[in-house]
C-alpha cells in the first residue's frame, strides 16, 4: 500500500512539472507604432515573426517566387490587418530552440498585408490547432498562456510561452 502511495505522488509531481520557453523578442518601430518581434525556425528557414496577440494565425510568407508548399491542404486566402493574404495552409515543423513540431502554417504566396521587415506572423489567439494549442498538446508546454515582458527602455524582452507563474508580469491565459 505505501508503494502505491509514493508511485502516485511522484506520478501527480511529474504531470503538473511547469514547462516554458522564453524567447527574446525585440521592438521594430514602424513610423512611431511599434511592433514586437520574436524569431521561430519553420522548415529550417529562420523566420522573425510579428507577435501577434489579437490574431490566431502562423503565417509566414514564401521563400522565393518557386517555393511550391509542402502537404499542401488547399489554397485560400486571410484578411490581416487593412489587406488580403493570398496562400496556402500547409502542415510545417516549427522549432524553438531545440524543440520541434508538426505545425499549421499558412505560407503567404501573394501578400498586400505583410510588411516588408517582418517573414510573417505568430499569432497567440487561442483556440483549436493554434500555435500555443498545439505546443501544449505536443508536450512542449504546460499551460496554453503567454506573457510579454519588456525590458525598461521597451524596444526589447521576452516571450513566455506556457506557464507563465513567477513570472512578475502579466499573463494571459487562452481556455
Given at each position: 500500500?505505501?508503494?502505491?502511495?509514493?508511485?502516485?505522488?511522484?506520478?501527480?509531481?511529474?504531470?503538473?512539472?511547469?514547462?516554458?520557453?522564453v524567447l527574446p523578442m525585440l521592438t521594430y518601430d514602424q513610423a512611431h507604432n511599434p511592433y514586437f518581434t520574436s524569431?521561430?525556425?519553420?522548415?529550417?528557414?529562420?523566420?522573425?515573426?510579428?507577435?501577434?496577440?489579437?490574431?490566431?494565425?502562423?503565417?509566414?510568407?514564401?521563400?522565393?517566387?518557386?517555393?511550391?508548399?509542402?502537404?499542401?491542404?488547399?489554397?485560400?486566402?486571410?484578411?490581416?490587418?487593412?489587406?488580403?493574404?493570398?496562400?496556402?495552409?500547409?502542415?510545417?515543423?516549427?522549432?524553438?530552440?531545440?524543440?520541434?513540431?508538426?505545425?499549421?502554417?499558412?505560407?503567404?504566396?501573394?501578400?498586400?498585408?505583410?510588411?516588408?521587415?517582418?517573414?510573417?506572423?505568430?499569432?497567440?489567439?487561442?483556440?483549436?490547432?493554434?500555435?500555443?494549442?498545439?505546443?501544449?498538446?505536443?508536450?512542449?508546454?504546460?499551460?496554453?498562456?503567454?506573457?510579454?515582458?519588456?525590458?525598461?527602455?521597451?524596444?526589447?524582452?521576452?516571450?513566455?510561452?506556457?506557464?507563465?507563474?513567477?513570472?512578475n508580469s502579466t499573463a494571459c491565459k487562452m481556455t
Open positions: 500500500m505505501l508503494v502505491f502511495f509514493i508511485g502516485l505522488v511522484v506520478a501527480l509531481h511529474v504531470r503538473h512539472e511547469p514547462k516554458t520557453f524569431e521561430l525556425v519553420i522548415n529550417e528557414r529562420p523566420v522573425r515573426m510579428i507577435v501577434d496577440t489579437g490574431s490566431h494565425e502562423l503565417l509566414f510568407q514564401a521563400e522565393g517566387k518557386d517555393r511550391v508548399p509542402k502537404l499542401l491542404a488547399n489554397t485560400s486566402q486571410v484578411v490581416y490587418e487593412s489587406g488580403t493574404i493570398f496562400g496556402a495552409v500547409k502542415s510545417d515543423n516549427v522549432c524553438l530552440a531545440k524543440s520541434c513540431f508538426n505545425q499549421s502554417v499558412f505560407e503567404a504566396l501573394q501578400s498586400q498585408a505583410l510588411v516588408k521587415w517582418a517573414d510573417g506572423v505568430l499569432g497567440l489567439q487561442g483556440g483549436p490547432a493554434t500555435f500555443l494549442e498545439t505546443m501544449k498538446t505536443s508536450g512542449l508546454i504546460s499551460e496554453n498562456s503567454f506573457t510579454l515582458k519588456f525590458s525598461k527602455s521597451g524596444k526589447s524582452g521576452s516571450l513566455v510561452l506556457g506557464d507563465t507563474a513567477g513570472q
